[in-house]
């Protein structure tokens, strides 16, 4: 019951992905303020995450996450009904306030499982994840109207609103409060992710796959945050179009990581995932700047997804391997603050270069920060192996 509630609540949020730009842009949203949007969400979910955490000790999982649930269906039903852009701002303000559901629901998991079982649990955790991900932008799809291209954004929130309010009723009626634990998760302190950073910073073998990670979230989240923009002025795409090629590159991610990732580490090593992973990353994004049809654009996508699902899970592995083990929990931390991080200035910084110097800049800016992280992949690896 867990998974699905954490299913809502990603399957809302993959719903709106693709209306959230346009929607801005009828209240007169710069490119820079629909990236903005998009940061003040994670803004506001990477403050909150902390208090979450430390509160569902004192008062328990399942109120925190009934409540966390509860906040982000009114946060959507607030968006459906704005009139303004600031209002628009204040109700993404709102669901980054409420979002404990992630953390919270790591901590559930954590009650629940044993040590040595963990991984696997925060495995399907990941599924249900990329799950949502990848039916949020299909719905999305579905409730735009051919033809015409009329798109009507505000049920497209609502229903995201009850997508979220579904989850709540599932927190508040089937899921069950798990045993207290005496011990808590010092990752979700704000003194405790500073010691996490700390940890990573002095072990070269986490810290290289830390800063490639840091890269790879980076781009990808000024890509999410851009792309409708950039393919709305490049290609007249609209919001079924953008819910397409979403929908694609989510189901090709999963496909990868669910099904290619783990034999190929097996026979090739996780150094050499990450190394072909940024590598085809890096063409992906040049790809965007010679794309003038619409299969060009699924080109790039192509390689941006395949390389994505490679990479990804193999740095996460590298910096698990790499840590010593009583510092596990403090690398493994440090990763998921760096990827919150980054979902904060990615989209800020992507939507200033697409502002100041033009729509292609983020992807150029893209294309070489990936390129450099193929050039400290294959260091990482010599490291690796000399270790």
Known sequence: MLLLI?????????????????????????????????????????LSSFPWGVISDKWGRRPILCFSMLGTALSFAWVSQADALWMLFAARALGGLMGGTLPVAQAYIADVTPAEDRAGRMGLMGAAIGAGFVL??????????AGAGETDFRTAFLIAAVVGA???????????????????????????????????????GVLLPLVLLTLLAFCMAGLESTFALWTERQLHWGVREVSI?????????????????RPLSKRLGEGMLVIAGTLLMSAGFACVLITYAPPMAFVGGTLIGFGFGLANPALSALISRNAPDEHQGAAMGASQSVQSLCRILG?????????????DAPYLVGAFLLFLAFVIAIRAAKYTRRS
């Open 347 to 359: 989209p800020i910084a992507a939507g200033a270069a697409f502002g100041v110097f033009g729509r």
């Open 136 to 145: 949020g932008p299909g719905i999305g799809w579905l409730l735009t109207r």
């Open 245 to 261: 090629f979403f929908l694609y590159i989510g189901f090709l991610m999963v496909l990868v990581q669910g099904g290619i990732v």
């Open 166 to 204: 579904c989850g709540f009723l599932a927190a508040l009626i089937v899921l069950r409060e798990p045993p207290t634990r005496e011990e808590g998760d010092e990752n979700r302190t704000l003194s405790g992710r500073m010691k996490a950073f700390s940890t990573a910073g002095s072990t070269p």
């Open 6 to 46: 954490v299913f809502f609540d990603m399957l809302a949020f993959g719903i709106i992905i693709p209306f959230t730009p346009f929607w801005a842009e009828r209240y007169g949203a710069t490119p820079f303020e629909v990236t903005l949007l998009f940061s003040t969400y994670s803004f506001f979910a990477f």
